[in-house]
Structures are given as structure tokens and as C-alpha cells.
């Protein structure tokens, strides 16, 4: 096989090693390939087996119908025209035409003329349109110069490319239709010229831009001569152009940016874009497209909802989220670094609330953006002044915070915060109170650390507001001792441990009982009996005072209406109850529910029902004065004790607190005081009844300053419902009970 022509050999052995594969014949078909000239042969492959040892194949081959030439089969079958044309020259040897010495089929459809009519043509007189003045230039040109060349003619609707080559003498044309390419070309210049997108286009070699379209020229504001001018990175700043080198470094296919880019425009701002880009070949020149996304209001929107996710929108302070983020983080990273103290300070605005009622909401806010504006000015360092609502804000200290450091802090800034402050003309006075937890120490978490400086501005304010407390273990005490009163309180209603009991009220001009006062007690299942002084705050403000208010006024006048007829009944009220505005309608109630006469029922109010919502509550109480029902101002002299007042609303009765009774023998002020209450009492024409008598000297003196009704452990204190008759009894009143 070996000593065969290689044509021959692979078609043997081809079918020699099939016919063993399969053991059966096999037929192949192979060409051969001599002087340019192809000739086919069937090759059949018969194995036969040996008697004595393995297979013998026989091969037989056939040659098959006609030969014929390689090239001319190749050269017909191509869709490229390919014409050779011989050169005519003149005297001097110019070349003047061209006769078409060979042509395939595709010259002859390409050109759209017949096959045959193009053998031995001479190109000038042919009136084809190679013939053409502009074809046979470029010809004449490449045969007097004996240079290849490329060019492109436009031919009904079609446009071909014309590549010539030249050999001894003889001009090889090659013509192929690039329709299809100029037609993507031409959609990819409509695509790229009227792209609302910015694009441009920068030679891979050279980097500088080939063509931008007009949506870059107007969003960048470079002319379109400046942008072709300049290379491709100066299109971002200075400081880019190192990293805009490195990543054109590696460009691939086509890219798509990872990262946003900072472009420049023509006017000096920059713009944040993303970048798409791809490979492409325009005018046989490598470049890459670009399209550039702008994304720079997107990005300024972005940060703007970032920033109003962690801000608060009235102060533009840090928020309650951003605060407990930048708490965490610092005890983070005090974690990592040790004797990195973090100082946390809670503060409440004193007296907001009523600067906020009595002067509106919008100055309340513009209050707010004020107090802002002082804490902002005291933040230095890492420290951060945050809004957590309403009027509590917050202060993190970290670059380790002594305690020392934290309290002077806490001085200024309540020192700041309390300078009076000036809005649309009128002067507002408010006071801040602050509670400091310090880490480590008073707490591991955030939420730790927050809660105890919490617990800490709660005692500040108790102490008095406008000062600062530091967190003490004591504290998380009661605070726990409070949360478990709070839960009780919420059963003790429905479990039935409250009770009421009367103080008896002894009118002095009679000496007998004209009243009793109810008062409340808890008798708690563990804790025994408790003060009403304890608990009812926490009823006020965990919200259980209207309901239990209202139990006492059912209780109390159901009772009351047991007693003999001139027996009156008192019961307290608190300022928080004002708040439901159902109060006129639970007083009706009790009052209907029980058939007691409004006339016998007294309800005592305190100051503190004026401190807020003023005109609304002075309402209630001229509709619960309407109802027939006398209103008492009680423990007058203890707060503000404020004249204005007694001249706000009508009172029946003027109740002198105990701390004045209490002192009566020792400190003339008090008598003084007494003597002036009661003396406003009798011209204003109200009663002056004195509470928390306990000495026949306290009554003596009382009934001196001119007191017409006492009440106090010198006659009883408040007893169960069941010792009522015996106190009437003992207390001179008519003794036989209401039917
Ligand atoms: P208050 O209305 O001024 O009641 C008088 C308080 O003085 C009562 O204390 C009474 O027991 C006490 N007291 C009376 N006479 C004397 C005395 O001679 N010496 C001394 N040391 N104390 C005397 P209590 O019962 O502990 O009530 C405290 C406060 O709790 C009441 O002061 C009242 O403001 C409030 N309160 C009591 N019951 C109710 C209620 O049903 N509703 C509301 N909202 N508050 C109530
Ligand atoms: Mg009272
Ligand atoms: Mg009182």
C-alpha cells in the first residue's frame, strides 16, 4: 500500500479496515486527483476468510463515469463572480482596456448579462458596467502600477466590492455582493446617529474617538470636532485615568461595567455613567463601541432616599436606625480595641409638651429644629446627636468617654438647651433632662445600653428635670418592680382587688359629717394593701385610669346613694381621664345607675387638668357642672397654685392641701397662707375645706382662719363601706339609713 499515491492508499486501506470491521463487504467511493484532472472509482472490499490463519480481503475497484477539471468545478461553484482580464496597452505602453480572457457563472449573474456574451469582451466597448469611466480608472491605475486594489460600486440597489489582483500581466478580479454587510452597516449608523443613549466609537489603536453621535454631543456639551480631538480617557478625571488605562487593558468581546464610571463634561461637572461597550471593525479600523448610561440622578436619588431612610425628616438628625447602627458599631469596635469607653445619653425635652399645645404644632416643630440645630453644634469627633422621636433625642459618645467627660457633656448641653429660644417673635422656655449609661458597664447590647440610660433620664425628671443622672443598678430594681406592678394592674380590675373607702368630711358650723370622700386602695394578693399615691400613676400611664376611674365613680355613687339624703360623696378624678372626652357621659351613668341626686356628688380635680388642653377640659368641667354636680379644685397651695386658675373656672370648693395643715403650729407662712386661701374663698364665695387634720391645735387654728369644713385622721380615716353607719353615728349626723 505504501508504494501507492497517497489518493490511492486512503481509499484502500479506508475500505480494507471497514470490510474487517463489520466482516462483511464494503463499498466505498474515492477520488483521484492527477494533472488537475478529478477521476471517481467505486472501491469494493470483500474479506475473505483464510483456511489457515486470518482474513484476506479482496478489493476490487471500478472506475466511474467521467473525469473532470478541479478548478473549473471550484471556480463555477463559488457565489464570488471571478473574471481574468487581459491588459490592452497603447503605444507607450499605457494600459487603455481590458479583454475578459476567463469568467465563472457568478461574474456573468453578479453583473446580470448572459453567460456566454462575456468571453473575449474588451471592457470599453462592452457597455457593461465594469465598463464604466470609474471602474475602468481604478483597473488602468492597479495595471499601471502593478498594485492590488479594493473598491466598491453601487449597481441597482446592489453594491459590490471589486477586489483586483495582479500576475504576470494579467488582472484577476474578484467580485463578491456586500449588500448585505452595507446594509448592516447602514442600520448600525441609524441605530448609533439617532440613539437617544450617549455612544461613541474610539479606535482600539490609536484610543482616540472615531465617531461620537449627537446624544453625546449634547449631554457631554463638547463640540463634535473637541470630542474627535480628544483620545478616549480623557473623558474621565485625572485621577481615573490610571484605572480607565488598567481596565481598557483587558477588553474583551464586549464589556459591560462592573463599577460606575466618573465622566467630565464639557463645563467641568462630572457625571456617574455606566458603560456598555462591544468590539467592532468600522472603516477597517478596530474600535469599540461605547453607550453610555447617565445614572447620575439616579444615584443622587439613591443617596437621597438613603439618606432619608437614616435621617430624621423634621431635625435632619440621625434617626432611631442609623443611632442604633453607629451604637452597635461602636461597641463593635470598642470590642476590638480595649479601654475604648462609650458614653450614651438619653434626653427629653422638659416642658415641650406645653410649649407644643399652647403655641401649635408648627412652632412645636420649629422648636424642635432649633433644639436640633444647638445639639448639632455641641457634636465634635465621632460623637453623634440623633432624634428618636418626638421630643427624645440622643447622643452616642465614643472616642473612650470618661464619666467625668460624659457628665460635664451633659451639663453644657442642658446648660444649651435651656437658654430660652426665640420663635416668629415669641420667647419659648423649655428645659432638657438627660440619663447617661456608659459602656462597658452598664449594659452589653445596644438595646441594654439605650434601655438603662432610659431608666436613668426617668429619674432625672424625677428628680426634678434640668439635670443629669447616671444609670444605677437600683434603678433596673424598680424599673422591674414597675413592669410587674403594671402587669398586675392590668388583672386587679377584673380580678375585683380594688376596694374604696370614705373619709368622713366634718363641717364645722354644724360639727357634724357632711360628706365623705372616696378613696381608692388595692389590696394586692402579695403585696398586701397599697397606696393609691403608688399606683395610680402607673394606672395614668399605662392607660387603665379610665376604665378604673370609672369603677370608682359607679362604686362610689351606688354606695353613696345608701346614705341619709345631706350626705354628700367626693371622689377624685384624674387629669388623664379628661383625656377620653367620654367622661361627662360615665359621670351620667353613674349618676343614673345609681338614682343619686348630682346634687350630693362632688368631683375633685387637681391642678395639672389645666397644664394641657386647657380650653377643652374647662368644657368638661362646665358640662359636669351643668349635670347639677359641684367640682372641687383639690390639694390647692401644692403645685403651681396658679390664681389664674381659680379665675378660669368656677369651683365649688377650694380644698387647702395637708403640707400646710401639717405646719400650721410651726411656720407662720402656712398660717399665712391658709388665711389668705380662705380668705379668697369668702369673697370669691367658695368653700375652703382643709384636708389631713390631724391635732384639735391644727382644728382649732383652722376654724380660727375662718375653715368651714375639715377632714383628717382627728376624725377618721377613710374606712371600708361597712363602718359608715358607726362614723354617721359617731359624727352626730341623723343616724337612720336612706331606704
Ligand atoms: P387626696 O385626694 O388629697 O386624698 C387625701 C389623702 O390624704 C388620702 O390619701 C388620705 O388617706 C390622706 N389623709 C387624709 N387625712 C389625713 C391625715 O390626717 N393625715 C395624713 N397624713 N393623711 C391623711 P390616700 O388615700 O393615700 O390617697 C392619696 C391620693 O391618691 C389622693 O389624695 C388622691 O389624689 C389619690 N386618689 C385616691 N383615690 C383616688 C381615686 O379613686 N381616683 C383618683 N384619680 N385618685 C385617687
Ligand atoms: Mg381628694
Ligand atoms: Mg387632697
Known amino acids: 500500500m505504501e508504494a501507492l499515491p497517497p489518493d490511492c492508499a486512503t481509499a484502500l486501506s479506508e475500505a480494507a479496515s471497514n470490510a474487517m470491521a463489520n466482516s462483511r463487504p464494503y463499498l466505498a467511493i474515492a477520488h483521484s486527483l492527477r494533472d488537475g484532472m478529478v477521476r471517481t472509482y467505486e472501491v469494493l472490499a470483500l474479506p475473505t476468510y483464510c483456511r489457515w490463519s486470518g482474513t484476506l480481503i479482496g478489493i476490487y475497484v471500478n472506475e466511474q463515469g467521467a473525469q473532470y477539471n478541479l478548478l473549473d468545478a471550484i471556480f463555477s461553484t463559488t457565489g464570488d463572480g471571478v473574471i481574468a482580464l487581459l491588459t490592452i496597452r497603447d503605444a507607450v505602453g499605457n494600459p487603455v482596456d481590458f479583454q475578459i480572457a476567463h469568467h465563472n457563472q457568478a461574474a456573468a449573474k453578479l453583473l446580470n448579462v448572459p453567460g456566454r456574451s462575456l468571453q473575449w469582451q474588451r471592457l470599453n466597448t462592452s457597455g457593461y458596467l465594469l465598463g464604466s469611466e470609474a471602474v475602468m480608472e481604478r483597473l488602468r491605475a492597479a495595471a499601471a502600477k502593478h498594485q492590488s486594489d479594493q473598491f466598491e460600486i453601487e449597481h441597482e440597489d446592489r453594491c459590490l466590492r471589486l477586489a ?124 469599540y463601541l461605547v453607550a453610555v448610561a447617565d445614572i447620575t440622578e439616579r444615584r443622587k436619588a439613591e443617596a437621597r432616599v438613603a439618606h432619608m431612610a437614616h435621617h430624621d425628616g423634621l431635625t435632619n438628625l440621625a434617626n432611631r436606625a442609623l443611632h442604633k447602627a453607629r451604637l452597635r458599631d461602636a461597641l463593635e469596635a470598642g470590642g476590638h480595641a480595649p479601654g475604648e469607653r462609650v458614653a450614651v445619653l438619653c434626653t427629653n425635652l422638659d416642658l415641650f409638651k406645653n410649649a407644643n399645645d399652647s403655641f401649635g404644632h408648627p412652632m412645636g416643630d420649629q422648636l424642635l429644629q432649633q433644639v436640633a440645630d444647638r445639639l448639632r453644634c455641641e457634636m465634635s469627633g465621632n460623637n453623634l446627636a440623633a432624634r428618636l422621636g418626638g421630643d427624645e433625642f440622643a447622643v452616642i459618645m465614643t472616642t473612650d468617654t470618661s464619666p467625668k467627660e460624659a457628665s460635664d457633656f451633659a451639663v453644657r448641653l442642658i446648660r444649651t438647651l435651656s437658654v430660652p ?199 368638661i368641667l362646665h358640662q359636669l357642672r351643668e349635670l347639677g354636680v359641684s367640682i372641687s379644685l383639690d390639694d390647692f397651695g401644692t403645685g403651681y397654685s396658679s390664681l389664674s386658675y381659680l379665675r378660669s373656672f368656677p369651683f365649688d370648693k377650694i380644698k387647702i392641701g395637708r403640707s400646710f395643715v401639717k405646719d400650721l403650729a410651726k411656720r407662720s407662712d402656712c398660717v399665712a397662707i391658709v388665711r389668705a386661701i380662705s380668705g379668697l374663698g369668702r369673697s370669691l364665695n367658695i368653700t375652703t375645706p382643709a384636708e389631713g387634720v390631724e391635732t384639735t391645735d391644727q382644728l382649732d387654728r383652722l376654724r380660727a382662719e375662718g375653715c368651714n369644713e375639715v377632714q383628717g385622721f382627728l376624725f377618721s380615716a377613710a374606712k371600708p363601706a361597712a363602718e359608715v353607719e358607726q362614723l354617721l353615728l359617731r359624727f352626730g349626723a341623723s343616724a337612720s339609713r336612706a331606704a
Open 421 to 619: 429660644y426665640e420663635i416668629d417673635g415669641h420667647q419659648v422656655v423649655i428645659g432638657a433632662s438627660i440619663g447617661i449609661a456608659l459602656w462597658p458597664g452598664d449594659g452589653t447590647s445596644s438595646e441594654e445600653l439605650m434601655r438603662n440610660a432610659d431608666m436613668a433620664l426617668y429619674r432625672a425628671k424625677e428628680d426634678g428635670r434640668g439635670v443629669h443622672r447616671f444609670f444605677e443598678p437600683e434603678m433596673d430594681r424598680q424599673a422591674q418592680r414597675r413592669r410587674e406592678m403594671e402587669s398586675d394592674l392590668r388583672r386587679a380590675l377584673a380580678d375585683g382587688e380594688f376596694e374604696l373607702n370614705y373619709q368622713p368630711v366634718v363641717d364645722l358650723a354644724s360639727d357634724r359629717i357632711s360628706g365623705f370622700e372616696a378613696l381608692l386602695r388595692w389590696r394586692h394578693p402579695k403585696r398586701g394593701m397599697i397606696s393609691p399615691a403608688d399606683f395610680i400613676p402607673v394606672a395614668e400611664d399605662i392607660g387603665l385610669i379610665g376604665s378604673l376611674g370609672e369603677w370608682v365613680l359607679l362604686e362610689a355613687c351606688r354606695e353613696a346613694a345608701s346614705w341619709p339624703s345631706e350626705v354628700k360623696i367626693a371622689v377624685n378624678l384624674s387629669p388623664v381621664q379628661f383625656r377620653s372626652r367620654n367622661l361627662v357621659q360615665v359621670a351620667i351613668s353613674a349618676l343614673a345607675n345609681s338614682g343619686l341626686p348630682p346634687k350630693r356628688l362632688e368631683l375633685e380635680i387637681t391642678e395639672s387638668v389645666f397644664l394641657a388642653e386647657t380650653e377643652a377640659n374647662i368644657a
Open 164 to 287: 483586483v489582483t495582479i500576475f504576470s500581466g494579467i488582472l484577476s478580479l474578484v467580485i463578491s455582493d456586500v449588500t448585505p454587510l452595507k446594509r448592516r452597516e447602514a442600520s448600525f449608523r441609524l441605530l448609533f446617529d439617532s440613539n437617544p443613549m450617549p455612544m461613541w466609537v474610539f479606535d482600539l489603536e490609536t484610543m482616540a474617538f472615531l465617531m461620537v453621535n449627537d446624544a453625546a454631543v449634547n449631554h457631554y456639551g463638547y463640540a463634535r470636532e473637541n470630542f474627535l480631538q480628544m483620545k478616549v480617557h480623557e473623558i474621565c478625571p485625572k485621577d481615573e485615568w490610571d484605572s480607565h488605562a488598567r481596565a481598557l487593558q483587558d477588553l474583551d468581546e464586549t464589556c459591560q461595567s462592573e463599577r460606575h464610571w466618573r465622566h467630565v463634561e464639557a463645563d467641568g461637572s462630572e457625571l456617574c455613567v455606566l458603560t456598555y461597550g462591544r468590539r467592532l471593525v468600522l472603516d477597517q479600523r478596530e474600535g
